[in-house]
C-alpha cells in the first residue's frame, strides 16, 4: 500500500461537465475505463504514485471537480491548494474548446497567491472522426498560455499515463530549482519521506548542478 | 507489540488536538493511558499474583485508592510519566457521576489499579459482550455533558482538568524533571489488557442517555483550548498539542499530521508488510476519508462565515425569527439514543443497506434515488459505504463459520501447523481486515455527508426543510455508529474464537485496537455530522428567502455547454 515518496503533489482536474475528467483519472488510477459513469458531485478524490525516475516516487493527490455549473463555487476553492492541473476539453465537443479561457481566468483570480501548472488535455481522441477541434488550434491556445498540448483518451489508454508523468515531471523540476517550495499551510506540495540514502544522493545531484556532458 | 503501543500513542497525543469536540477527543487520551499502565503491570507481574478483579469493581478501585501518593508507586519513572499525561482526562471521564473528581485522587489510583490488574489480561474476553455498545455511548455521553450548560462545563473543566492544586505541585515538577528519562522507556512497553480502559469506560456509561447538544461549537472549542493549555502546562508530553492547537489545526488537519508522522514512523521502524496493513490512519487516507474530511470542513467553514455575515446584516424581528429557527435547526442535530444492543443485533444484513439508503432518500437530495441501491458500479457515493459494510460482514460470516465447525469436530486443530489452520484466518489476519473494514466503512461515512453538503448547498430545489434534513442525518450518525459498533463486536467475536488457544498477550490488544478504532471511527462520523450544521443553516436561510442564492452566488458564472 504505502510506498515511500519524495514529493507530494495535489493536482486538480478542470474543465466542462462531460468532457471525460473523471474517466480520465479512474483509467490513471484504477486502471479501468466506466462505459457508464454518474456526474461528479462537488469533487472526489483519488491518488496515485508516479516513479518518475527510478527509484523517486512522486505521490499524486488528484482532485476530481464537478464541471457542472451548480458546482462551480465549490471548484472554486480547491485551486488554491493545487500545485499542478489538467485543463480538459473534449475535441468532439467544441464549446468546451472555447471555455478554456474562461477556465484560466477563472483559475488566476482564485489560485493567489500560488501558481499552478496547467496541461492542457484534448480528451476522447478516440473519437477522431467527430473532431472538432484541431491539434493545431488546440497547441496554438496552449503555447499562448505557456502550457504543454496533448491528446489523450480513456477508453482506449491513450497517453494517460503521459499526461500525468509529464506534468508531474515539470513541477518536480520547479521544485528542484527552488521556484516551488514547500510552504506551511499550502497543501500543494508536501515533501514526503525519503530513504537516508536517497537523501544524501539527492544532495550530491544538487552540488554537481546535473552535469550533462 | 511495540509496534502497537506507539500506533496508539501516536493517536493518544495527536487526536486531542481537534478543538472542536474536545470531550470526545478526550477518549483517546484514556486509552492511550490504558495501554501503557498494563504494560507497566506486566513488567512486574513475576511479583505476585492478586486477585482477578471484577468489571463493577473498576470505579470502586479508582475511587478508593486516594491514600497512597504516587511517589509509592514502585515504577516511578514510567508511570508517573503516564500518570501525568492521563490523569487530568481521566477525570473529565468521571465527571457524569456526581461526585467531584479531585485531580490527586485520580492521580493516585494507578499504582492500585496495576496491581490489581495484573492478571486480567489472562481472563476471558466474555466481558466484552456489551462493551462496544457502551463503548459508542460513553462517545455520546461525553458530549451529552456538555450539554449540562456551558458554564457548569467549564468549571467542571477547570476543576477536573485543570488547574494543579499546590499539593500535587511539586510532584508534577518532579515527573516533567524524569521526563526524559521515561520517554526512553516509552517504547519499550508491552501492551497488554484493557483493564484500565474498562474502568473508564464503565464509569461513562452510567450516564450515557439521550444527548442533548445546547452549547455550540464554540463553547467546545473554548473549553477545548483551555483544557488543552492547561494540560500543556502541566504536561511537557503535550507540547507537540500546544504547538498544534496554537496554529488553530483543523481535525482534518490534525488527523493528516497525525498520518503523515505515522507514514514517517512506518517506514522507520516497521518491516513487516502485514504491520502496515493495520495502521488505521494509514488506511482512513487511502480510502480518501482526509480527503473527504478536509472537503466537507472547507464547505462547513464557507457556510459558517455565510451564515454570520447573514445574521449581522440582519436586525430586529427577522433576526429574532431566525434566530429561533437556526435554534431548533441546531437542536434537531443533537443525537438521537443509540440503539439498544439487542435491537441491533436482530438486524439483518440488508436492514442496514435499507436503512441508510431510506434515510439518504428522504434527504431529498439526489435527483436519481434509484441509483443508490444498485451495488454495481461504484459511481454513487453510497454504494461504497454499502459495498464496504457488505464486505464486511460475509467475511465475518466466513470467518466465523470455519472455526466454528473444525471445534465441532475436533477441538485441537486450532494448534499450529494442523493442515486445518491452512484455510483460516490468524488473529492477524482478522485483526488487519477488521482496521481496514472500519477505515474503510469512515471513510466512506465521511465522503457520504461530504456529498450530501454539497448536494444540499447546490441542489436546484428543496422538497423537504432544513430541520427535517437534520433529523435524518442525526438519524443516518446513529445508524453508522450502531453499525461501526456491531461490526466491531462481530469482529472481536472472530477474534476471540479464532484466537482461543492465544496468549492473551497476543490477543488482547488486538481486541482492544478494534474497540479503540471504532471509537475513533464513531468519533470521527460525529464530528463529520457536526460540520454539516452550518450547511443546513445555509440551506434553512436560503429556503426562506429564496432569492439568497442568487446574492451569495456573485462570481461570473462559466457557460456549462
Same mark, same amino acid.
Given at each position: 500500500?504505502?510506498?515511500?515518496?519524495?514529493?507530494?503533489?495535489?493536482?486538480?482536474?478542470?474543465?466542462?461537465?462531460?468532457?471525460?475528467?473523471?474517466?480520465?483519472?479512474?483509467?490513471?488510477?484504477?486502471?479501468?475505463?466506466?462505459?457508464?459513469?454518474?456526474?461528479?458531485?462537488?469533487?472526489?478524490?483519488?491518488?496515485?504514485?508516479?516513479?518518475?525516475?527510478?527509484?523517486?516516487?512522486?505521490?499524486?493527490?488528484?482532485?476530481?471537480?464537478?464541471?457542472?455549473?451548480?458546482?462551480?463555487?465549490?471548484?472554486?476553492?480547491?485551486?488554491?491548494?493545487?500545485?499542478?492541473?489538467?485543463?480538459?476539453?473534449?475535441?468532439?465537443?467544441?464549446?468546451?474548446?472555447?471555455?478554456?479561457?474562461?477556465?484560466?481566468?477563472?483559475?488566476?483570480?482564485?489560485?493567489?497567491?500560488?501558481?499552478?501548472?496547467?496541461?492542457?488535455?484534448?480528451?476522447?481522441?478516440?473519437?477522431?472522426?467527430?473532431?472538432?477541434?484541431?491539434?493545431?488550434?488546440?497547441?496554438?491556445?496552449?503555447?499562448?498560455?505557456?502550457?504543454?498540448?496533448?491528446?489523450?483518451?480513456?477508453?482506449?489508454?491513450?497517453?494517460?499515463?503521459?499526461?500525468?508523468?509529464?506534468?508531474?515531471?515539470?513541477?518536480?523540476?520547479?521544485?528542484?530549482?527552488?521556484?516551488?517550495?514547500?510552504?506551511?499551510?499550502?497543501?500543494?506540495?508536501?515533501?514526503?519521506?525519503?530513504?537516508?540514502?536517497?537523501?544524501?544522493?539527492?544532495?550530491?545531484?544538487?552540488?554537481?548542478?546535473?552535469?550533462?556532458? | 507489540?511495540?509496534?502497537?503501543?506507539?500506533?496508539?500513542?501516536?493517536?493518544?497525543?495527536?487526536?486531542?488536538?481537534?478543538?472542536?469536540?474536545?470531550?470526545?477527543?478526550?477518549?483517546?487520551?484514556?486509552?492511550?493511558?490504558?495501554?501503557?499502565?498494563?504494560?507497566?503491570?506486566?513488567?512486574?507481574?513475576?511479583?505476585?499474583?492478586?486477585?482477578?478483579?471484577?468489571?463493577?469493581?473498576?470505579?470502586?478501585? !479508582?475511587?478508593?485508592?486516594?491514600?497512597?501518593?504516587?511517589?509509592?508507586?514502585?515504577?516511578?519513572?514510567?508511570?508517573?510519566?503516564?500518570?501525568?499525561?492521563?490523569?487530568?482526562?481521566?477525570?473529565?471521564?468521571?465527571?457524569?457521576?456526581?461526585?467531584?473528581?479531585?485531580?490527586?485522587?485520580?492521580?493516585?489510583?494507578?499504582?492500585?489499579?496495576?496491581?490489581?490488574?495484573?492478571?486480567?489480561?489472562?481472563?476471558?474476553?466474555?466481558?466484552?459482550?456489551?462493551?462496544?455498545?457502551?463503548?459508542?455511548?460513553?462517545?455520546?455521553?461525553?458530549?451529552?455533558?456538555?450539554?449540562?450548560?456551558?458554564?457548569?462545563?467549564?468549571?467542571?473543566?477547570?476543576?477536573?482538568?485543570?488547574?494543579?492544586?499546590?499539593?500535587?505541585?511539586?510532584?508534577?515538577?518532579?515527573?516533567?524533571?524524569?521526563?526524559?528519562?521515561?520517554?526512553?522507556?516509552?517504547?519499550?512497553?508491552?501492551?497488554?489488557?484493557?483493564?484500565?480502559?474498562?474502568?473508564?469506560?464503565?464509569?461513562?456509561?452510567?450516564?450515557?442517555?439521550?444527548?442533548?447538544?445546547?452549547?455550540?461549537?464554540?463553547?467546545?472549542?473554548?473549553?477545548?483550548?483551555?483544557?488543552?493549555?492547561?494540560?500543556?502546562?502541566?504536561?511537557?508530553?503535550?507540547?507537540?498539542?500546544?504547538?498544534?492547537?496554537?496554529?488553530?489545526?483543523?481535525?482534518?488537519?490534525?488527523?493528516?499530521?497525525?498520518?503523515?508522522?505515522?507514514?514517517?514512523?512506518?517506514?522507520?521502524?516497521?518491516?513487516?508488510?502485514?504491520?502496515?496493513?493495520?495502521?488505521?490512519?494509514?488506511?482512513?487516507?487511502?480510502?480518501?476519508?482526509?480527503?473527504?474530511?478536509?472537503?466537507?470542513?472547507?464547505?462547513?467553514?464557507?457556510?459558517?462565515?455565510?451564515?454570520?455575515?447573514?445574521?449581522?446584516?440582519?436586525?430586529?424581528?427577522?433576526?429574532?425569527?431566525?434566530?429561533?429557527?437556526?435554534?431548533?435547526?441546531?437542536?434537531?442535530?443533537?443525537?438521537?439514543?443509540?440503539?439498544?444492543?439487542?435491537?441491533?443485533?436482530?438486524?439483518?444484513?440488508?436492514?442496514?443497506?435499507?436503512?441508510?439508503?431510506?434515510?439518504?432518500?428522504?434527504?431529498?437530495?439526489?435527483?436519481?434515488?434509484?441509483?443508490?441501491?444498485?451495488?454495481?458500479?461504484?459511481?454513487?457515493?453510497?454504494?461504497?459505504?454499502?459495498?464496504?459494510?457488505?464486505?464486511?460482514?460475509?467475511?465475518?460470516?466466513?470467518?466465523?463459520?470455519?472455526?466454528?465447525?473444525?471445534?465441532?469436530?475436533?477441538?485441537?486443530?486450532?494448534?499450529?501447523?494442523?493442515?486445518?489452520?491452512?484455510?483460516?484466518?490468524?488473529?492477524?489476519?482478522?485483526?488487519?481486515?477488521?482496521?481496514?473494514?472500519?477505515?474503510?466503512?469512515?471513510?466512506?461515512?465521511?465522503?457520504?455527508?461530504?456529498?450530501?453538503?454539497?448536494?444540499?448547498?447546490?441542489?436546484?430545489?428543496?422538497?423537504?426543510?432544513?430541520?427535517?434534513?437534520?433529523?435524518?442525518?442525526?438519524?443516518?450518525?446513529?445508524? !453508522?455508529?450502531?453499525?461501526?459498533?456491531?461490526?466491531?463486536?462481530?469482529?472481536?467475536?472472530?477474534?476471540?474464537?479464532?484466537?482461543?488457544?492465544?496468549?492473551?498477550?497476543?490477543?488482547?490488544?488486538?481486541?482492544?485496537?478494534?474497540?479503540?478504532?471504532?471509537?475513533?471511527?464513531?468519533?470521527?462520523?460525529?464530528?463529520?455530522?457536526?460540520?454539516?450544521?452550518?450547511?443546513?443553516?445555509?440551506?434553512?436561510?436560503?429556503?426562506?428567502?429564496?432569492?439568497?442564492?442568487?446574492?451569495?452566488?456573485?462570481?461570473?458564472?462559466?457557460?456549462?455547454?
Amino acid at each position: 500500500m504505502e510506498a515511500i515518496w519524495l514529493y507530494q503533489f495535489r493536482l486538480i482536474v478542470i474543465g466542462d461537465s462531460t468532457v471525460g475528467k473523471s474517466c480520465l483519472i479512474r483509467r490513471f488510477t484504477e486502471g479501468r475505463f466506466a462505459q457508464v459513469s454518474d456526474p461528479t458531485v462537488g469533487v472526489d478524490f483519488f491518488s496515485r504514485l508516479v516513479e518518475i525516475e527510478p527509484g523517486k516516487r512522486i505521490k499524486l493527490q488528484i482532485w476530481d471537480t464537478a464541471g457542472q455549473e451548480r458546482f462551480r463555487s465549490i471548484t472554486r476553492a480547491y485551486y488554491r491548494n493545487s500545485v499542478g492541473g489538467l485543463l480538459l476539453f473534449d475535441i468532439t465537443n467544441r464549446r468546451s474548446f472555447q471555455n478554456v479561457h474562461e477556465w484560466l481566468e477563472e483559475t488566476k483570480v482564485h489560485v493567489q497567491p500560488y501558481q499552478i501548472v496547467f496541461v492542457l488535455v484534448g480528451h476522447k481522441c478516440d473519437l477522431d472522426t467527430q473532431r472538432q477541434v484541431t491539434r493545431h488550434e488546440a497547441e496554438k491556445l496552449a503555447a499562448a498560455y505557456g502550457m504543454k498540448y496533448i491528446e489523450t483518451s480513456a477508453r482506449d489508454a491513450i497517453n494517460v499515463e503521459k499526461a500525468f508523468t509529464d506534468l508531474t515531471r515539470d513541477i518536480y523540476e520547479l521544485v528542484k530549482r527552488g521556484e516551488i517550495t514547500i510552504q506551511e499551510g499550502w497543501e500543494g506540495v508536501k515533501s514526503g519521506f525519503v530513504p537516508n540514502v536517497v537523501h544524501s544522493s539527492e544532495e550530491v545531484v544538487k552540488s554537481e548542478r546535473r552535469c550533462l556532458c | 507489540m511495540e509496534s502497537l503501543y506507539y500506533f496508539f500513542c501516536l493517536y493518544a497525543n495527536l487526536k486531542p488536538q481537534s478543538l472542536n469536540n474536545f470531550y470526545q477527543k478526550s477518549l483517546y487520551k484514556e486509552f492511550s493511558f490504558a495501554f501503557i499502565l498494563p504494560g507497566d503491570v506486566l513488567i512486574m507481574s513475576d511479583k505476585d499474583d492478586s486477585e482477578i478483579p471484577v468489571i463493577t469493581e473498576a470505579t470502586s478501585v !479508582l475511587e478508593g485508592a486516594n491514600c497512597e501518593p504516587p511517589e509509592n508507586s514502585e515504577s516511578v519513572d514510567q508511570s508517573t510519566e503516564t500518570e501525568n499525561k492521563s490523569e487530568p482526562i481521566v477525570s473529565t471521564r468521571k465527571r457524569p457521576e456526581s461526585k467531584p473528581a479531585s485531580d490527586i485522587e485520580t492521580a493516585e489510583v494507578f499504582p492500585v489499579q496495576e496491581s490489581e490488574s495484573k492478571d486480567v489480561p489472562q481472563t476471558g474476553w466474555g466481558y466484552w459482550g456489551s462493551w462496544g455498545k457502551s463503548l459508542l455511548s460513553s462517545a455520546s455521553a461525553t458530549v451529552a455533558t456538555v450539554g449540562q450548560g456551558i458554564s457548569n462545563v467549564i468549571e467542571k473543566a477547570e476543576t477536573s482538568l485543570g488547574i494543579p492544586s499546590p499539593s500535587e505541585m511539586s510532584p508534577e515538577a518532579k515527573y516533567a524533571a524524569g521526563e526524559t528519562n521515561a520517554k526512553d522507556n516509552e517504547n519499550s512497553f508491552p501492551m497488554a489488557g484493557p483493564f484500565g480502559v474498562f474502568s473508564t469506560i464503565s464509569t461513562a456509561v452510567q450516564s450515557t442517555g439521550k444527548t442533548v447538544i445546547t452549547g455550540g461549537l464554540d463553547a467546545l472549542e473554548f473549553i477545548g483550548k483551555k483544557t488543552m493549555d492547561v494540560i500543556a502546562e502541566g504536561d511537557p508530553g503535550f507540547k507537540r498539542t500546544k504547538r498544534l492547537m496554537n496554529r488553530n489545526s483543523t481535525l482534518s488537519q490534525v488527523l493528516r499530521e497525525a498520518k503523515e508522522k505515522e507514514e514517517l514512523w512506518t517506514y522507520n521502524e516497521v518491516t513487516m508488510e502485514t504491520d502496515k496493513k493495520t495502521h488505521y490512519g494509514l488506511l482512513f487516507d487511502e480510502f480518501q476519508g482526509l480527503s473527504h474530511l478536509e472537503a466537507l470542513e472547507m464547505l462547513s467553514r464557507e457556510s459558517e462565515i455565510k451564515v454570520k455575515s447573514i445574521l449581522s446584516s440582519l436586525s430586529g424581528e427577522e433576526l429574532q425569527t431566525l434566530k429561533l429557527e437556526l435554534e431548533q435547526l441546531k437542536e434537531a442535530f443533537s443525537l438521537a439514543e443509540f440503539c439498544d444492543e439487542e435491537e441491533e443485533e436482530k438486524k439483518g444484513d440488508e436492514d442496514f443497506t435499507k436503512e441508510i439508503t431510506e434515510l439518504f432518500s428522504q434527504l431529498h437530495v439526489s435527483s436519481k434515488p434509484e441509483k443508490l441501491t444498485r451495488r454495481a458500479g461504484g459511481c454513487c457515493f453510497l454504494s461504497p459505504l454499502v459495498q464496504a459494510r457488505n464486505t464486511a460482514h460475509e467475511w465475518i460470516i466466513t470467518s466465523l463459520t470455519k472455526p466454528l465447525a473444525e471445534e465441532e469436530e475436533g477441538g485441537k486443530q486450532l494448534e499450529a501447523g494442523t493442515p486445518e489452520q491452512l484455510n483460516k484466518n490468524s488473529v492477524e489476519d482478522i485483526h488487519a481486515f477488521a482496521i481496514r473494514s472500519l477505515a474503510e466503512l469512515t471513510a466512506c461515512s465521511i465522503e457520504l455527508f461530504h456529498k450530501t453538503a454539497a448536494l444540499v448547498l447546490h441542489s436546484q430545489k428543496q422538497e423537504v426543510t432544513a430541520i427535517e434534513r437534520s433529523r435524518t442525518l442525526s438519524q443516518m450518525t446513529v445508524a !453508522l455508529c450502531n453499525e461501526l459498533s456491531s461490526l466491531s463486536k462481530e469482529f472481536t467475536t472472530c477474534l476471540t474464537t479464532a484466537g482461543v488457544k492465544e496468549k492473551a498477550d497476543v490477543l488482547n490488544p488486538l481486541i482492544t485496537a478494534v474497540f479503540l478504532e471504532a471509537s475513533n471511527s464513531a468519533s470521527y462520523i460525529q464530528d463529520a455530522f457536526q460540520l454539516l450544521l452550518p450547511v443546513l443553516e445555509i440551506s434553512l436561510i436560503e429556503n426562506k428567502t429564496g432569492s439568497l442564492r442568487q446574492e451569495l452566488q456573485v462570481q461570473t458564472p462559466l457557460s456549462e455547454h
